[in-house]
């Protein structure tokens, strides 16, 4: 069966932003219409951009770019609601601001670490006021000039990185940095779509960053979304656990610092093959097909995680329906996603009949071939929902998944594409 998944929520996200920053009319085909990248949008317009209209049903944006000096002071709070992709990289583009703003989120957000952006921001010249507790949402921005920077990140994480470079971008000023593992390059190439130089090459696991020259003016954008590599996930999830005997997800990204979870489940015995079709913007774009397997447990460790970061849970369940144990290691990031991703899984396995082990930092799963029967919860996020919704699509199994509704941050036709799988 051929399916498309829903547009990559990471390069919608930077889209909004980078056109937003755009000198002219930017134009963006197949946006991912889900609460996140609305709430970005809401954000951006919030800030003076003029975006047409997105609804559920948007396959075209176009966002009246104001350049990098144009952003005007916001009348309210903005509210990033889930985005934790959103929130930290407008952070980026507020922190060299001749105004204050003020950011917050729904609950699950509000959770989330901030400290991990506003430091390193910090080191450029940003000043912050947390206006609740230290270290989360809601916080203001408060507006100043930005310095250089050269900095050793902490984490690998591409949010850090994009909201640095952003910044960059924002207040025309060179950042520097070495991530310590090779996290997701989107914003990276796309700025190169828009005329600035970004220069990268490999230092140890990670990477060197370098964005010397930023430029006068950015050209507006004129892209076509690929479908989002993390959606896909589930779908050849589905066809490695049988919910349909083969998939193939058609235009979907196939950067390969998205790719991890094919490597991963190819290592479990998963048959996958991917086909590079096309190339825009610096993104490369193809079909990703997968059949029914016999899967076996690995261990996935800390080199596997950055590329698969958001594919763990799906690595879980097809773990939880492999031949032997799954140990993942080095992954205590999946603390402080949209909920405890270790704690969340590990819950829900148990609660379905699966063997499971918490981790610090991941999880060790003994897969089984009984069927697995029971109720798990969503915990608000979207992910989880999703792997257990895969999960309880396998024949003989039955899952109900309490919080269906968090698909729709990312992918909002989730369950109607699941059950036209399911039923071929
Ligand atoms: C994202 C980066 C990742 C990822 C998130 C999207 C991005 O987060 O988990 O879903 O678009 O930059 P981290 O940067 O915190 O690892």
Redesign the pocket.
């Known amino acids: 069966m051929r399916i498309r998944v829903p547009g990559d929520k ?1 390069i919608t ?1 930077r889209a909004l932003l980078l056109g937003g920053l755009a000198d002219g009319r930017s134009r963006i085909r197949r946006p991912l219409t889900g609460a996140d990248p609305r709430s970005t949008a809401g954000a951006v317009a919030g800030l003076g951009v003029e975006i047409s209209d997105f609804g559920p049903d948007t396959s075209e944006l176009i966002i009246a770019g104001r350049g990098q000096d144009g952003l005007r002071a916001p009348t309210g709070v903005l509210d990033l609601g889930n985005s ?2 959103g929130s930290r990289l407008l952070l980026g583009v507020l922190a060299g601001q001749r105004f204050d703003a003020t950011l917050t989120g729904d609950a699950s957000l509000r959770s989330r670490p901030m400290r991990r952006v506003t430091d390193p921001l910090g080191a450029m010249g940003a000043r912050f006021r947390w206006e609740g507790e230290e270290g989360r949402l809601p916080l203001t921005v408060l507006g100043g000039a930005l310095k250089s920077v050269d900095l050793d990140l902490a984490v690998a ?4 990185k ?1 909201a640095l470079l952003l910044a960059g971008v924002a207040s025309r000023v060179p950042v520097l940095l070495t991530e310590p593992g090779p ?2 390059d989107h914003t990276e190439r796309m700025l190169e779509s828009v005329g600035a130089r970004v220069i990268t090459h490999v230092r140890g696991p990670g990477r060197r960053v370098e964005f010397r020259d930023p430029p006068e003016r950015l050209s507006p954008l004129d892209l076509t979304v690929p479908g989002d590599p993390s959606s896909a996930a589930f779908f050849l999830l589905a066809a490695l656990l049988g919910v349909c005997p083969e998939i193939e997800v058609e235009g979907v990204g196939l950067n390969p610092t998205r790719t991890g979870v094919v490597d991963l489940f190819r290592r479990m015995g998963g048959r996958i093959e991917a086909e590079v079709t096309s190339e825009e913007g610096g993104e490369v774009t193809g079909t990703l097909g997968a059949t029914r397997s016999t899967l076996r447990g690995i261990d996935v460790v800390h080199d596997d995680v950055v590329r698969a ?2 594919e763990l849970p799906a690595v879980a369940v097809a773990a939880a329906r492999a031949q032997g144990v799954t140990r993942i290691t080095g992954a205590g ?1 999946l603390r402080v ?1 949209e909920t405890d991703r270790i704690r969340a899984m590990v819950v829900n396995l148990r609660a379905v009949g699966v063997s499971v082990e918490e981790l610090d930092d991941g999880m060790e799963i003994e897969g089984t071939d009984r069927p697995l029967r029971g109720r798990v919860d969503a915990f608000h996020d979207h992910r989880i929902a999703m792997v257990f919704g895969v999960l309880g699509a396998q024949p003989g199994n039955e899952i109900e998944v309490v919080g269906r509704d968090a698909v729709d941050v990312s992918f909002p036709t989730f369950w109607g594409q699941l059950e036209e799988v399911r039923t071929g």
């Open positions: 990471s996200q934790g992709t994480s591409a949010q850090v994009s996290s997701r970061i958001d990031e996603k």
